[in-house]
């Protein structure tokens, strides 16, 4: 349960979370759900993206442009 823990987690999910339920009130019931379930999709992949980004800036990997070319 590290995710309750995790300020990623709950600055993202927020906003997802009022996409989706906007996206299935709004929208026909036929395409509703789907719609509903691609922004869960899509919150899941933004936030272990970010989560990876912030694990190589934390561990230093990021900035080590001289590695190209010469």
Not at 27 to 56: D, M
Request: charged share 15%.
């Amino acid at each position: 349960m590290s995710h309750l823990k995790n300020k990623l987690y709950w600055m993202l999910m927020p906003p997802f979370l009022i996409a989706a339920m906007s996206l299935i009130y709004f929208l026909p019931v036929e395409s509703a759900a789907f719609c509903g379930i691609g922004v869960v999709i899509l919150f899941w992949v933004v936030y272990y993206r970010l989560r990876k980004n912030q694990t190589k800036k934390a561990n230093g990997k990021e900035g080590d442009h001289d590695s190209y070319g010469s």
